[in-house]
Every structure is written in structure tokens, then in C-alpha cells.
């Protein structure tokens, strides 16, 4: 657990045109427990992001081109995860990198209220939208907020079972 910092200090991809994409089903306790493991440090977010959505790449590409979309700065305003939970409020400019494997590119809707998982890169956080959806989370349910903050006090951090 030593790489999520809390914000009070703050698979398988085919790159084929003609091959499916494949991921695991996304899970915040997984990210947690990838972020925790990771040499870099992470914060948890619980907000939304403002930016201009004309910036970010197709989910999919409609020509199959391979993409490598530039980072995009975006306003994130919400809470950071701390152990009293997500109390921590927060008002930055956060990078969005959006990540495309072959055609399939990640997304992060603004206005839209996720769970995020913001990884420290020098003086910026940094969330990669990939298109798995391994950091990025929409509208995380009440369940999914009090694992992760029963994750960061080192209780039960498995994956929820969903149907």
C-alpha cells in the first residue's frame, strides 16, 4: 500500500484492425491493489473532470487506424481519498492521457462524476484513460466507495462480485 498517497498531501490488447478487443471486466479494487504495488505513487479521486471532449480520440476508430492521442489538461473538482474517506476536496488541473490500443481508445466523459486513480509524475497527477477502463471508473455505486476506502486502511480489498 505504500504507493497510493492519500490526497490530503497531494490483459489483453489485440492492435489489429481485424482482432476484438479483449480486457478484464474493470475493478476499482484491482486498480487499488496495481496502483498500491506500482513504483509510482497514486492519489484516488472522486469527481468530475472539465475539459473539452472534441480533444479526446473515438472510442473506436470508424477507419481502424491505429491512434496515439496527446495528453489533454483537464480541470478535475471533487475529494480525494484520505482515511477518513473521500474528504480530501480537490481543485486542479489533473492530465488526462488517453491511451488507444489499435483502433479502441479510452474515454473519461466531463461532467461526469468517476473514481479515478491519478498516478504522481514530478510537480502533475496524470489519469491514463485507457480503453479497458482499468483507472477510470463512471458513477461509482456506494459499495464501490466504501471498498476503497476499507482498501486504503488495509481491510478487505477484494473485488466486489457483480453480476
Known sequence: ???IL???GLWALSTTQGAALSCLRPDPARAFQAASDAPAAYVVLLGAFAFDADALPPAVSDTGQVLDPGPIVARF???????G????????AIVV???CA??????IEPGVQVMA???KDGDRYVVEADPCGD?????????????????????????????
Open 1 to 3: 500500500m505504500r504507493a
Open 6 to 8: 492519500v490526497a490530503a
Open 77 to 83: 473538482v471533487g475529494n480525494g481519498l484520505t482515511l
Open 85 to 92: 474517506g473521500f474528504n480530501s476536496p480537490q481543485a486542479r
Open 97 to 99: 492521457q488517453p491511451i
Open 102 to 107: 489499435g483502433a479502441w481508445c479510452g474515454r
Open 117 to 119: 486513480f491519478a498516478r
Open 135 to 163: 483507472w477510470v471508473f463512471p458513477a461509482p455505486d456506494e459499495a464501490t466507495v466504501t471498498q476503497i476506502i476499507a482498501c486504503l486502511r488495509g481491510q478487505d480489498c477484494t473485488p466486489i462480485q457483480r453480476p
